[in-house]
């Protein structure tokens, strides 16, 4: 019912910024939390962000916080990530995913739907 397609990840270098971008089709609802996750090779899937579609109310993970911003265009149905100050441990595929049940935002499993994921490397 929903489909999510990212963009913007590449190569950058420590310090750097890059922003990545979900464009939302489908069935989408103005209550409706998108996040975004990032899992490294060998690691589990881990929580970055996440944005209200009816608000501003926003989550970070604490190694992110203060160097990464989400937003949303909501006329756009975008979800964005600015990611600035860029350390080669935020080296990972990053997923954007929309939330499908009523439950903790911050948690993977409430999310029924996730993009494809893109690749972001910082190099050092």
């Known amino acids: 019912q929903v489909q999510l397609v990212e963009s913007g990840g590449g190569l950058v270098q420590a310090g750097g910024p890059l922003r990545l971008s979900c464009a939302a089709s489908?069935?989408?609802?103005?209550?409706?939390?998108m996040g975004w996750f990032r899992q490294a090779p060998g690691k589990e899937r881990e929580f970055v962000a996440t944005?209200?579609?009816?608000?501003?109310?926003?989550y970070y993970a604490d190694s992110v916080k203060g160097r990464f911003a989400i937003s949303r265009d909501k006329f756009k149905n975008t979800v964005y990530l600015q990611m600035n100050s860029l350390k080669p441990e935020d080296t990972a595929v990053y997923y954007c995913?929309?939330?499908?049940?009523?439950?903790?935002?911050?948690?993977?499993?409430?999310?029924?739907?996730w993009g494809q994921g893109t690749q972001v490397t910082v190099s050092s």
């Open positions: 995913a929309a939330l499908t049940i009523p439950d903790d935002p911050r948690r993977s499993s409430s999310y029924g739907y």
């Open positions: 489908g069935r989408t609802f103005s209550t409706q939390f």
């Open positions: 944005i209200s579609w009816n608000s501003i109310s926003t």
